[in-house]
């Protein structure tokens, strides 16, 4: 006699581009889940539009998404920045069309903040240039004997996220005093490490960064970011005093700082530039990076093995996470708690309650903004609660009451609260 099949859940094969170059393991890892994984890391902004059809998650690392781009996604339903920062995406397009965009932070951050000293000291020992002389055959030990030397320095620390917080650790274990900015908003773990580490914060970055001989620079990049450290920050910086910047070029005001590195003795070690090129290899020229008091290099702070290995596994978890219905580190969800008010619906767990529920409050024309459904032990009642945008009618708490299977509700908003 034949034999029921057993049922099964079976993965859905999800079509992702990385448009970027990633560490192999995210392509195997990928690929050993079912997924369909192309990778075109040569494709430019500009191109990236023509490999998009029927791809549902694009994974990039530089590579821009713009506003046209997103437009032109047939089935993107998610887009991954293999990083932290995500001012390379047009986010309020993507958010537009209803596309999550997620990034990985915290993957890289020991190695910038190792890079950020690498810079920190090439300045302090002049290694590039001693280098440089050795390679050419030229000893000049009575030049290069000559360093300030960093212990007992004081560092300020413009943002205190992750790479911040590791550059703060490092900067200890060099007999560095660290000093940070006063923010309202961190959360208790951050402030609990900042005391740890033994950080004193100032007011403003213009107390931070008169009283600091190195000033580090570790923020995202935005509207607000965009040229931070300009003409009138100089000013307050100390005269010889080091900048580091590993964030974005575009945080600083380059004809600034080439104004007080000239006239006033600063120095810099910067991993990033405005208007670098768009991919790994091409002919840059800059004023600022030929400055013979700037070390540079090659925006390559998040680039080691280690990082890429994590930031690997990063893409792996944030699609996962997007399979499970829940994208890890998603920047452009609207968090709980943004309804104007809530619903909270006590009921029987049986097929169509929630329906019924939805109907109300569809007729009601309030709409949805989260909603949370968890079930008891047992499986035979659960609890929902929905935040929902707009005002609710006198009449809705009777209305949702009196559905079938509903056992009791609640009713939260700015004018009332009936609860049963």
Not at 75 to 84: D, N, P
Not at 179 to 194: F, L, N, W
Not at 216 to 242: C, K, W
Request: charged residues 20%; contains cysteine.
């Amino acid at each position: 006699r034949p034999q029921t099949p057993a049922l099964c859940l079976v993965r859905r094969k999800v079509k992702i581009l990385i448009a970027d170059k990633v560490h192999p393991s995210a392509i195997s890892g990928l690929e050993n889940l079912g997924h369909e994984v192309t990778l075109n890391p040569a494709c430019t902004s500009n191109e990236l539009h023509k490999y998009l059809t029927g791809v549902e998650v694009l994974v990039v690392r530089s590579t821009r998404v713009v506003a046209e781009t997103i437009s032109k996604a047939n089935s993107l339903e998610l887009i991954i920045r293999a990083g932290a920062g995500t001012d390379t995406i047009d986010v309020e397009a993507a958010s537009s069309q209803g596309i999550y965009v997620c990034n990985i932070p915290g993957k890289n951050a020991v190695a910038v903040a190792e890079l950020t000293f690498g810079l920190l000291l090439a300045i302090d020992r002049r290694i590039a240039d001693g280098v440089i002389d050795l390679r050419e055959g030229i000893w000049n030990k009575k030049l290069y004997s000559k360093a300030e030397g960093l212990q007992g320095k004081t560092m300020g620390i413009i943002g205190l996220g992750d790479i911040g917080l590791s550059v703060a650790q490092r900067a200890k274990a060099f007999g560095i005093n660290v000093i940070g900015e006063r923010k309202s908003g961190r959360t208790p773990p951050v402030e609990q490490k900042i005391r740890q580490i033994g950080i004193k914060l100032v007011d403003t970055k213009e107390d931070l960064v008169s009283q600091s001989n190195i000033v580090s620079v570790h923020v995202p990049y935005n509207n607000e970011t965009h040229a931070l450290i300009n003409r009138d920050l100089l000013q307050y910086f100390m005269d010889d005093a080091i900048l580091i910047n590993t964030s974005r070029g575009e945080i600083v005001d380059e004809e600034a700082l080439l104004e007080a590195i000239n006239q006033r003795g600063l120095k810099a070690g910067l991993d990033v530039f405005r208007d670098e090129p768009p991919k790994g290899e091409g002919s840059f020229r800059s004023e600022l990076a030929s400055n013979l008091s700037v070390v540079g290099s090659h925006h390559i702070g998040a680039s080691t093995t280690q990082a890429s290995k994590a930031i690997s596994q990063g893409i792996l978890d944030a699609i996962t996470s997007f399979e499970q219905g829940s994208p890890l580190n998603c920047v452009n969800q609207s968090p709980a708690g943004d309804g104007t008010s809530q619903v909270r619906v006590r009921h029987l767990d049986r097929v169509g309650v929630l329906a019924s529920v939805l109907s109300s409050l569809r007729a009601a024309e309030l709409n949805v903004q989260y909603m949370d459904n968890k079930v008891f032990a047992g499986k035979n009642a659960a609890v929902s609660t929905i935040e929902v945008a707009g005002n609710i009618p006198s009449d809705l708490y009777e209305n949702l009451l009196s559905l079938d299977n509903v056992l009791g509700v609640s009713l939260l908003d700015q004018r009332n609260a009936k609860s049963v």
